[in-house]
């Protein structure tokens, strides 16, 4: 098991300067000493078959576990049936530790929306949300329980961070829901998970190891993972301007999602607090650099917040400063504000948004509304695991 994710995570093996500005104590180690037990999806091809020669298996079980785990979706040893009886009991126990028990699901829009709560074997509280629509499923996970990024507006920011969530954790909130879709247990019937985002609890970039470990995992082919196309796959980040660019130079063609929800600097330093570390110019510069070296378009997200950041003229700057940067090759997606109870914070009108998107638009960037979901059933990240 690797180390908890530190700082050094993000700024490892980035020469880029930065600025001077005055810099922000960010938190991204886990606040817990101890880690979930190791599980097969935290192995690489030769981490696993070293573990299987361990437990006095040959080494071609290796390669049949990771395709009941990859290839079936399944994760009980106990349904196994090719492995030797005797050794279903110490494979599950060594290789398949009890990772995520589901708490609660709760569904909206007619069941094309399920809202898990997950209890990791810890005690730690997560949440993924599985979004169906009539071409595609889409799973928004979590990567870490909890966030340290400290965002004003969102419930997980506000929660504070509990840890990192591990590999295995990650890749089994895919794997989960790509076996209810294909068992038809979810509103809706049978289906097939098409899509994945990094957009649930937790600033993903700050649990960089894991994160990219679980990415290539999520769409390396079994038996190495779960097949999903890379380029239905989108990490997003606040703006860890180092990390952006390290995750360009993986080989990886993810989409990247910034939420930069201001194009000043000025509020921006209040409403995503990691911008006192890495200024509005040093993350759209790195986000140049992704779409240079990927060639993929970046998607930056923008939370409509009501007399915050919703005036025509930061619309402008916004489209300014996008077409300067990344000329074609960003899309901004701007979210209605999901408010949190006894927040402050309230969503933009229609007509804000309206003229907003108008505007983004005239200066030559693409720009939509995205369309909401499960506002009933409290699906802003961290506002179900903080009724809990």
Known sequence: MSDPATAADVTADDNTPTTTRPSL????????????????????????????????????????????????????????????????????????????????????????????????????????????????ATLCISSQAGCGMACPFCATGQAGLDRNLTTAEIVDQVRSAAADLRDGVVPGGQGRLSNVVFMGMGEPLANYKRVVAAVRKIVSPAPDGLGLSQRSVTVSTVGLAPAIRKLADEGLSVTLAVSLHTPDDELRDTLVPVNNRWSVAEVLAAARYYADRTGRRVSIEYAMIKEVNDQPWRADLLGKKLHKALGSRVHVNLIPLNPTPGSEWDASPKDVEREFVRRVIAQGVSCTVRDTRGQEIAAACGQLAAEN
Not at 26 to 31: E, H, N, R, S, T
Not at 33 to 58: F, I, N, S, T
């Open 25 to 136: 104590p960010l938190v991204f180690a886990d606040k817990r000493r101890g880690m979930p037990p190791r599980h097969l999806a935290d192995l690489d091809r030769e981490g696993l078959r070293e573990a299987v020669k361990k437990l006095g298996l040959p080494a071609f079980r290796a390669d049949q576990l990771a395709r009941h785990y990859y290839g079936r979706l399944e994760a009980d040893t106990k349904n196994m049936t090719d492995l030797p009886a005797a050794a279903r009991e110490k494979v599950g126990a060594d290789l398949f530790p009890p990772l995520l028990t589901p708490l609660k699901h709760l569904s909206c829009d007619d069941g094309d929306t399920r809202k898990t709560l997950w209890k990791a074997n810890d005690g730690t509280l997560l949440e993924s949300v599985l979004m169906r629509y009539p071409d595609r």
